[in-house]
């Protein structure tokens, strides 16, 4: 049975994005119990206080479960570690689409409705808890309607708020050339920094990406635990098809090269043909005592997601039942939700599975 810092130190580390902007609760709340009970070692949610209690109760259920899953084979491991997502800046993660539905033609074909993959769009615009920021819809409107909100926490309100979370792990999202805001954000973080059990800083492709990366671990050194590299090759993109996960592949090999301390994680365009990559390229699995030469982890955020749509559909409130069910209210849907998260995670933990 693999732990979290296990996990990462043999190279299964897997990470559950639910996403930073991302607030619908009830799929909180299960997508947490069922890859908990699938064997993920980290959850990562948005920096908000009902997100985190909606995933703390799935992980508290999945803990009371973890017996019933270890019985059917399944690869619980515990409780995983509960990570929080923050930015230091503008940055595609953190934003929500919006439009005024009653500026739309009543004949228009809707092509923001059929191309978002959380079902956030309807008649009447854009349901905000359910959006991710994926902005597939911006570009196919006809008119032009539908815009991007952007949100970030000033660096002492995000202080507050995670001082009450109780959390294991924070993951900050940066990119090139933001030395002086991540700064700002870090010294601001100070305070909660050595409860944590794992650091993550998340970062796009760039010419300068390496230089900026070593700067910033200048900046956060010493550290009072470990650090995870998340190298966001295609963000929000794993669920768009088998190329998607290239890019991801690709910086993650070269952030390897640079041998930065740390682990190297992917994220980005990840979907169930990356351990494959991973294993064509020969980064996974670390023989003994080199573990920072290879992959530590994968996290997997839209296509995870996607993988229990069905099964979050068929939780929803109904013109019978106007309350969202739980899932563990409901045991065949439950494992077999299970089930289907666990052909993802065993594809890591049990490479043999993997899909070509």
């Not at 693999?2 to 996403?19: A, D, M, R, T, V």
């Not at 409780?79 to 595609?92: C, I, Q, T």
């Not at 808890?129 to 008119?143: A, H, K």
């Amino acid at each position: 049975m693999y732990f979290p810092l296990q996990s990462l130190e043999n190279g299964h580390w897997f990470k559950l994005i639910c996403g930073a902007s991302y607030q619908h609760l009830p799929a909180v709340r299960s997508l947490s119990l069922a890859y908990a009970l699938a064997g993920a070692d980290c959850i990562d949610v948005a920096a908000d206080a009902a997100v985190v209690a909606a995933a703390k109760e799935g992980l508290a259920v999945a803990e009371n479960l973890q017996e019933s899953a270890i019985a059917q084979g399944f690869l619980t491991q515990g409780r995983p570690w509960l990570m929080v997502s923050l930015n230091d800046g503008e940055d595609p993660h953190f934003r929500k689409a919006t439009f005024d539905p009653n500026l739309c033609p009543t004949d228009c074909p809707r092509p923001c409705e059929a191309v978002c993959p959380a079902d956030a769009i309807n008649f009447s615009g854009v349901i905000a808890d359910r959006c991710y920021g994926c902005g597939r819809c911006l570009p196919v409107c006809p008119l032009d309607l539908i815009t991007s909100q952007s949100h970030q926490l000033s660096p002492s309100t995000v202080v507050k708020q995670l001082e009450k979370y109780n959390i294991d792990a924070i993951e900050i999202h940066t990119q090139a050339g933001r030395e002086t805001e991540f700064q700002r954000l870090w010294k601001a973080l100070q305070p909660i920094i050595p409860s944590l059990k794992i650091i993550a800083i998340s970062c796009p492709d760039d010419p300068n990406l390496i230089d900026y990366l070593q700067t910033l671990y200048e900046t956060i050194s010493p550290l009072p635990c470990p650090l995870i590299w998340q190298t966001d090759g295609r963000p929000m993109s794993g669920d768009l098809g088998k190329g998607a996960t290239r890019a991801s592949v690709k910086l993650a090999q070269k952030v390897l090269k640079a041998n930065l301390p740390g682990y190297v994680q992917l994220a980005g365009g990840t979907n169930q043909h990356t351990v494959f990559k991973l294993q064509s390229a020969k980064l996974l699995n670390a023989p003994p005592h080199f573990p920072q030469s290879y992959i530590a982890g994968i996290a997997y955020g839209s296509f995870a997601r996607s993988q229990l749509s069905s099964f979050l559909e068929s939780l929803e409130p109904t013109q019978i039942n106007h309350a969202s069910l739980q899932l563990e209210e409901h045991p065949q849907l439950l494992w077999e939700a299970v089930s289907q998260a666990d052909t993802l995670v065993s594809q890591l933990k049990r490479p043999q599975t993997t899909c070509t």
